[in-house]
Structure formats: C-alpha cells, structure tokens
C-alpha cells in the first residue's frame, strides 16, 4: 500500500504534473502567455511589497500609540499597544523599551529592570536610553553596593561609544573618571559635556577654578552666565537659577554684581540658601581683598558681613582667624570679633576645630586636642572634626588607639569619598598591627594622591606606610618597590608605628554632611583646600548645579 501511494506521488506530483503538462503543449502557444505571466508575477510582488509596508505602518502605529498612552498615564493602553507592536516585530527595541517603562509606572520595577537589561545589550538609540535607565536607577538606590557603582563605569562607557551627543552620560561619566583619581580624563569628559550643553560650562569652570587655571575659568564662567543670565530674567523667583548665575560672577570675580543679585533676591523673598551665598560671596570677596594685597580694613568689613549673615561661615572664621594673628591693629579687631562670637555661643563648633586644627600645625598638640573634644562634643557628626581628633589620639606618647579608630573609622563613614580621611584610617590600622586591613585603606587612596596638585606632597609618607604593611605581610619585593617610590623624601619618613607628620586635613565646610560617591552628589576633585586655607572663593560657587534634573557639582565640597 506504501509502496501504490509513493507511486502515485511521483508520478502526479506538482513538479512531475507541471512537467508533464509543458511535454504535453506545444511552445508557439505557450509564448503568447507569456506577457500574462509576467503580470501575474508583477502583481504578487506588488501585493506582498504592500502587505509588507502595510505591516511596517501598523507596527509604527502600534508604538506611536503606545507612546501617547505613556504621555497619558494610560497604563493599559499603553502595554496593550506595545504587546501588539511585539507581536508584529519580537525584536523590536522601541516597543520593549516602552514596555520597560510602562512596567516602571505600573509599579513593577521589577520587570522593568529585566526588561531594561535585556535591551541595554544591543547597539541602537533603545540601548542607549536603556543603559542610562539603569545608570540613573542605580546611582539613586541608596542600597547599591560599591560593585555595582563602579561597574556603571562601562555602561556609560558603552552610552558615549554608541552616543557621543549624550551630554548627562558625558557628565556622569567625567565625575566618574575624577571620582577614580583619573584627572585629566574626568576633565576632559566635563570639557565635552560643557560643549554639549552650555549650562555644563559652569561646572567646566568650577573645574578649571579648582586646578588654579584662572583664564580657563573666567573664559568657561563668562559662557555659563549668558545661559543663566536669560534663565534668570524669565523666572526671577527661581533661587536655583539665581545661584548658579551668581556663582558664574564669583568665578569672574565680579564680587560687587554678584553681591547685587543675591540682594536683589532677597528683596523678592527672604530665602536661607540666598542669605547663606551672600555670606559666601562676601568672605570670598574678603579673600580676594587678601590675594591683592589690598587694606585689611576692607577685609575685616567683609568678613563681618559674611558673620553677621551667618555666623557659622567657616571660611570666613579661618580668615578671620588668620587676620587675628596680624600683629596690627586690624588684627586685634579680627580677635576681638572671634572672642564676641565665642562668648555669644555662635558657631562656636567651627571656631574650636578651627582653632584646633591651626594648634596641630603649631605643634600644641594639647591645645588641639581641647578645642577638637569641644567641638567633637558641640557637633559629632563633622568628619573632620573626627579625623583630626583621632590624628591627635593616635600620635600621643600614650596614644590611645582604640578610641582613634573607632573615630577615623565614623569619619570614613560619613565621607567615603574622602580620601583624606580613609588615609588617616589606614594609618591607625598600621599602629594597630593590623596589616592587611589598613593596605586596603591605603592602597585605594594611593590614586587620589597620585594625581592631585594638593596631595602630592603626601605621597612620599603614604608610600612608607604602604610598604611597612607590605613588609609586615612578608612580601619584601612589594615593600622595596614602594620604598623606592617613596625615594629620598621618604627616607626621613618614619614607619607608621612612630609617625609624627601632620594630618591630611579635609574641608571644614560647615555643612560638612555624609557623601557616597560618585552618585547624585559630585566626587572629590583635586582641588579642595585645607581647613586652614580654605577657598572661600570657590565655596561660593558651591550651591550652583546645572538645571534639568543634573547633579550638583562643586570643585570644593566639604565633607
């Protein structure tokens, strides 16, 4: 039976049949149909070329659609529209991604990250948005762990590759480079972004201010104050607007205009953060009057205008400070403002550790030690108030340890970021014996003082410490090697058990809150001052950030 129905196929089979049929005609007739064929031929090519932009029109349709329901906080509709437009075209990016971000205004975070991962891998505009959801995701989860920060490193990488015009990407991307000690690429990265969006120039200008290149500044600040400029005439009321404005005249050092619109400001409304900038503006101006050797009467007028608006202005106390120790009469005005201010109990926090981190440069370790317990006792949650405290603690002839760690180890806590602070950690791990624990302190921070102007003056002692630890774990060729690049200043260099160099002092900013890097607020660059020379000129700038949802960026914030 098998065998009949074989038969029968072969022998009336389509092809067989076809065959068949042509031996069977004769060609002189077949050629006259053959112009009929043709049009035949023609017209299924047509109606599937038809069929097939139909189909392209009503995919198009389906993601337009689903778009708009998006606009429109139809939910459902949207996911409707877009399942549809995958139905028609499985693989197609704008329809999964606008699945992705139906699922996130659902609820479903989830899904949406699943989604969103799974088109972050391809090459095309729907990637680059995806990559930059999960950039943006990430850094604002504050359970995100260091590995996942940092690998957001090449997803960003990844963005500006595919998307070189992506400014935000270029943005996040330069405070990442900075954050990692890479100076010169992060700067590079702000440079582009900045060309990008001119609202970006005034932290390119930051930038250039915090490296002491002067012109660069004044030439990217003067760019950035025509953006901010138009901004601030169409909404006047608009505090943000008016403080990333000011700060393009303080880079300038336009003191006296700038000084004007935050007055102005504040005949609008009686605003804190306006109120506070003027005092920055004002001790900024106090610094530039220093810088230029002009009367110190006209400083010490300053700087009792930036106190009188906030008495807890740190770099306005540090000058005063400094004026105070004049041997003129101007200077004993400066000391007796900071006795009146003590007296009164206004800011007396700033004023101890001021005063103590001054008496650990003089070597009055006791007298350090008593205005940082003060102002330790006053504000326990400044970092370098703790850092300093556990500086002292851990160089007395009895140092208590103990005490210095758990210190430096709440400091590092509070400004991750810093690595001043983590270097002070790492030091007193070193006393403590406990190697391995402090050349991961160490060695993470080795980056930062490589490649900063401020820092770099510390990397012969850092090198020390690293290859003491190394000579305490048994590994004699490592040590050698940071021997040798500690060279002739580190032999002069005690090893961490008997060290006796002054500490590496963070910024005293007296906002001085927690930071966790690089995320919504900016990482560490290498131009932040000392608490005993802080830039007033640059704090000034610092309540500036760009507009449209991007993160602020000062090239001195505090810890």
Do not use: C
């Not at 990265?189 to 490296?211: F, G, P, T």
């Not at 619109?261 to 900024?284: F, I, P, R, V």
């Not at 504000?379 to 208590?400: C, F, G, M, Y």
């Not at 406990?434 to 090198?463: C, F, G, I, M």
């Amino acid at each position: 039976m098998a065998t009949s129905f074989r038969e029968l196929r072969r022998r009336f089979g389509p092809i067989q049949f076809l065959l068949s049929w042509l031996g069977t005609r004769r060609w002189r007739h077949l050629l006259g149909g053959v112009p009929a064929m043709l049009m035949i031929a023609v017209g299924l090519l047509l109606y599937a070329e038809v069929r097939r932009e139909s189909g392209a029109e009503l995919l198009n349709h389906y993601v337009a659609g689903g778009r708009k329901a998006l606009a429109d906080d139809n939910m459902e509709g949207a996911e409707l529209r877009f399942r549809r437009a995958i139905l028609l075209s499985p693989q197609h990016s704008e329809a999964r991604l606008g699945t992705a971000e139906a699922a996130e205004k659902s609820g479903d975070v989830a899904r949406a990250a699943q989604l969103m991962a799974s088109i972050s891998e391809g090459k095309d505009e729907a990637a680059t948005r995806a990559n930059f959801w999960i950039v943006q995701k990430t850094l604002a989860n504050p359970e995100s762990t260091p590995e996942q920060r940092r690998a957001l490193l090449k997803r960003l990488e990844r963005i500006v590759e595919q998307n070189p015009r992506h400014s935000e990407a270029q943005l996040l991307l330069a405070r990442f480079y900075m954050a990692a000690g890479l100076q010169e690429q992060g700067t590079e990265r702000l440079r582009i972004a900045a060309d990008l969006d001119e609202a970006s120039q005034l932290l390119l200008a930051m930038r250039y201010s915090a490296l002491q290149q002067a012109q660069l500044a004044s030439v990217a600040a003067k760019r950035a104050e025509r953006v901010f400029d138009d901004k601030l005439r169409k909404t006047p009321n608009d505090v943000q607007v008016r403080l990333q404005y000011v700060a393009t005249l303080v880079l300038q050092e336009r003191f006296p205009d700038a000084v004007a619109s935050l007055q102005q400001g504040l005949k609008l409304q009686q605003d804190e953060k306006l109120q506070k900038q003027l005092a920055m503006t004002y001790a900024a101006w106090a610094d530039f009057t220093r810088r230029s050797n002009k009367d110190d009467s006209r400083m010490l007028d300053l700087l009792s205008s930036a106190l009188r608006l906030d008495p807890q202005n740190a770099p306005a106390l540090i000058m005063l400070i400094q004026l105070s120790q004049n041997a003129s009469e101007h200077g004993e005005d400066a000391k007796k403002v900071l006795e009146e201010r003590l007296a009164s109990g206004q800011a007396p926090w700033v004023i101890h550790l001021i005063l103590g981190t001054s008496a650990i440069g003089e070597a009055q370790t006791g007298a350090a030690q008593t205005h940082l317990e003060q102002a330790l006792a006053q504000n326990p949650k400044v970092p370098a108030t703790l850092n300093n405290l556990a500086w002292i603690l851990s160089r007395q002839k009895e140092p208590d340890l103990d005490r210095a760690f758990g210190l430096a180890d709440q400091a590092v806590k509070l400004a991750p970021s810093s690595p001043e602070l983590r270097e002070t950690r790492g030091q007193i791990l070193a006393k403590q014996g406990k190697w391995q624990e402090a050349l991961t302190d160490l060695e993470s921070v080795l980056p930062y003082y490589s490649n900063s102007p401020r820092l770099e003056a510390e990397l012969p002692q850092l090198h020390v410490a690293i290859a003491t630890s190394y000579e305490n774990l048994g590994n004699a060729e490592m040590a050698k090697l940071h021997r040798d690049k500690a060279g002739d200043a580190g032999k002069n260099i005690k090893a961490p058990e008997t060290a006796t160099e002054t500490p590496a002092v963070p910024p005293t900013d007296a906002a001085a809150q927690p930071d966790e890097p690089p995320t919504g607020d900016s990482p560490k660059t290498d131009g932040e001052p000392a608490a005993a020379e802080a830039s007033p000129a640059a704090e000034a700038t610092a309540p500036a950030a760009t507009d449209e949802g991007k993160q602020e960026e000062s090239p001195t914030s505090g810890q």
